[in-house]
């Protein structure tokens, strides 16, 4: 049974047969508004041009601009030519690059000894596929074996010994499963992003012929590089871990005895499930600083967390300075009345005392 694979292969059938669906009528909507646009754009110039408010610069753009939408109008408008010529080679060259990362790391993994043993997850990692697979069966095995491990009656004659044991596995579970699902909500997204990328795609080419909206088109191409590359780095960085997540967890699975190892294999799967996770997380990090953009997870959180503690920081600065001020106002007035309030002080006080009836003993007799 493979879980996170056939959520990817669904993924794909699903999103290609929505573009198949929309593309066609958004391109229809949109392409009203362009002929309208662009007429009104051709009279501008033509305007500018007769009132002779155009340089040679100006007069190359405005060439330039319309043999690109020529060629770009006739790529983008129809469905079948965008898929063929743009979306396919897209996700093709995208697929290859990650097929040529997993052939080096298969080629490097080769030279480290290997379990004696089979497993089904114990394969050649070549496409997303099979790494979506191997990481199905060895989560699968995983949690089987971990079943085993559960404390049996006679040990429970000892509780707290039974209580460490459960504690230790249920850790290593949520800890394998973080990184397990970690890396299916990265990638998986960043591939659904590219796609929705692409489904605006003919749009962003039409704006990038023109230079007053060529910015536009920049941006997009920014944020489908930086979605490829996360999704690229994300894999690589699994597969890199595979071999060795998948030898620890074929030694667990091989235990001759239902008690829990505390040595090399059980915290070797936990190191190797922690690294891999925090490796992972900065996949968007590295893919912002080659494409110059905003990453879309952890950096982010850093960011707004930082940016709350600065304006907390900030304000806590702005009421200690007032507090100040305000001690030091008070201070001064009471200060400045000093004499008032030691005679107010001394009335009040020798007033008490006549009502009283208490005598000064140092006074007269």
């Known amino acids: 049974m493979t879980i996170s694979a056939s959520i990817y292969q669904s993924f794909t059938i699903s999103l290609s047969r929505f573009y198949l669906a929309m593309y066609e009528s958004l391109m229809s909507s949109f392409g009203l508004l362009f002929h309208a646009a662009f007429v009104l754009y051709l009279v501008y110039v033509g305007h500018k041009y007769v009132l002779d ?10 060439l330039v601009s319309c043999i690109m939408v020529t060629g770009v109008y006739t790529l983008v408008v129809s469905s079948s030519s965008y898929f063929e010529y743009v979306i396919r080679p897209s996700f093709a060259l995208f697929s290859d690059v990650l097929t040529f990362m997993f052939g080096i790391i298969e080629k490097i993994q080769s030279y480290n000894p290997s379990p004696t043993g089979n497993a089904d997850y114990l394969k050649e990692i070549n496409t997303m596929h099979d790494l979506f697979q191997g990481l199905d069966l060895m989560a699968l095995e995983f949690i089987k074996s971990c079943k085993g491990l ?101 030694k667990m699975t091989t235990y001759s005895t239902n008690t829990i190892d505390f040595t090399g294999d059980f915290l070797g799967l936990f190191i ?27 950096s982010g959180i850093a960011a707004s967390a930082s940016a709350a503690g600065g304006l907390a920081m ?52």
């Not at 408010?53 to 405005?62: A, L, P, S």
């Not at 504690?167 to 970690?182: D, E, F, G, H, P």
């Open 53 to 62: 408010k155009m340089d040679g610069g100006d007069t190359r753009d405005v």
């Open 150 to 250: 559960l404390p049996s009656s006679w040990s429970l004659l000892n509780p707290a010994w039974a209580f460490i044991t459960v504690l230790a596995i249920l850790l290593l579970i949520a800890v394998y499963l973080t990184m397990y699902l970690t890396f299916i909500f990265m990638f998986i997204t960043s591939y659904f992003m590219m796609w929705l990328l692409f489904y605006v795609g003919g749009v962003a080419l039409l704006l990038g012929c023109f230079k007053e909206t060529r910015g536009l088109f920049w941006g997009w191409l920014k944020m489908l590089f930086n979605n490829a590359l996360v999704a690229i780095f994300t894999a690589m960085i699994v597969a890199i871990c595979y071999s060795g997540i998948s030898h620890a967890v074929f």
């Open 272 to 298: 190797w499930c922690i690294l891999c996770f925090t490796i992972t997380l900065k996949a968007p990090d590295l893919a912002a600083g080659l494409t110059g953009s905003i990453a879309s997870s952890t």
């Open 314 to 365: 900030t304000g806590s600065q702005f009421a200690s300075a007032g507090v100040a001020k305000g001690q030091m106002a008070a201070g001064g007035a009471v200060w400045s009345n000093r004499n008032n309030i030691a005679r107010s002080a001394g009335s009040a006080t020798e007033a008490l005392k006549a009502k009283l009836g208490i005598k000064d003993p140092f006074g007269p007799r």
